[in-house]
């Protein structure tokens, strides 16, 4: 039996199963043998071809549980921004966010959000409607909450950096507007965490072109430091592009994530550029993941880098 058929993008239901005479011994053997997942309470997909991450499972999972509550609610918060494509950070991927739909005039709604384990639903939003499905591999999968929004429940849940993450990439992929993430945060107003993410959203700029950069950007500018991103600059006749200049200063920062030197000749392109633009007079400062997590001493190399371009 091709197991692939039994839901749209390998994803079904035990019901789905029994309809194509599968019972729940079938399924657990099927689960024992490695060609199925049980992803949540009756819900199961057909083993990846790719090695499974936490990421993936997560996917599979929020698609899961969207199908398993549609009409009733939507993916949101960060399984929505997974569903679609987009990075997180700091997210916790063992748990799938659900937002109700907005209920008829008169219905009852509950005064709180549900939980249970691996799935927290959230109360409807006024206003929040659904986004169309994504498309992933040529099968549409469940809907979810407009990026936009969710990208601020993210931020509400896991802080502001999480928000800015995923808003940089969209912006940079025309996912989302400036404008559109304004009103995801009005719409979602008088929600603990909103003063964070709100501070933070105005300074979300798709020419950061990785979570790195973007988490380098917030730090920065939460230490008092000016950036400007994507320099585009000359030294020797050749054209460089930097990640951040300090504004109206010759202190380049360079956000470094290693893994574009698993090449060697990237390595040597890297160093005969770092070259060339010290001998132009710019002052270089490498960012790894590392310096992230210490902003005080980052701060002070970035003081020490400002003192000798000035000397």
Known sequence: MRLDLLGAGGVFSAADAAVHGLDGHALGRLVRSGECLRLTRGWYAVTPAEPLTARSRHALTATALGRAHAGRAVVSHHGALVLHGLPTYAVDLD?????????PSGARVPNASARRRGLVIHRPVPGLAASPPPVTGGSSVTTTVPLAWAVVQTGLVHGPEA????????????LVTVERLARAVEGLAGHPGLSAVRAALPHADGRHE???ETRTAYVLRSLGFDLEPQVEL???????????????TRVLVEFD????????????????????????????????????????????RLHRALEQAAA
């Open 210 to 212: 990785s979570p790195g």
């Open 257 to 300: 994530g290693a893994v574009k030197y698993a090449d060697p000749r990237a390595l040597f392109e890297e160093k005969r550029r770092e070259d060339a633009l010290r001998r132009a007079g710019w002052v270089l400062v490498r960012v790894v993941w590392a310096d992230l997590a210490d902003p005080g001493r980052l701060g002070s």
């Open 95 to 103: 748990i799938v966010h659900l937002t109700l739909l907005p209920r």
């Open 234 to 248: 000359t030294a020797e006749g050749r054209r460089y592009r930097a990640d951040f200049r300090v504004r109206g």
């Open 163 to 174: 928000a800015l993450v995923p808003a940089d990439a969209a912006l940079a992929r025309g």
